[in-house]
């Protein structure tokens, strides 16, 4: 819930250059960093123009995040309060590990066999 609502309320940006349709840089959350070929640029006044005949392009990808989050008051009765206790204590109890047995043959190894007869003789329990 943390990570959507991270995700929801954060703005976005990626931005790519191109220089003669190739692409030099790609930047995420900052400006692309120009090629160095973008030497076109007039300036007119207070405004920066760029000439039809420049090589390089840009492309910005913006996702505007949420601003305004709505806040939800949930108001339970004493009955969906206990409800809820007793619902995560069982929960949490459930995966409690299982008391561990002490088994008395632990350490001793098994006889070994010195043939096995139930194949020798083929006879199996069925």
Sequence with gaps: MTILLLVSTTSWKVEKHFCMGHLVDLAFFLDAEDCGMAMDMMNEG??????????????????????ELKTVNVDLSVDQQFFLIVFTQTFQNNFNGLEQHDVANEYYPPPLLVRNVQILDQVFLI
């Design 46 to 67: 207070n405004s920066t123009i760029q000439q039809e005949s420049s090589c390089c392009s840009e492309e910005i990808i913006f996702v505007d995040g949420q601003e």
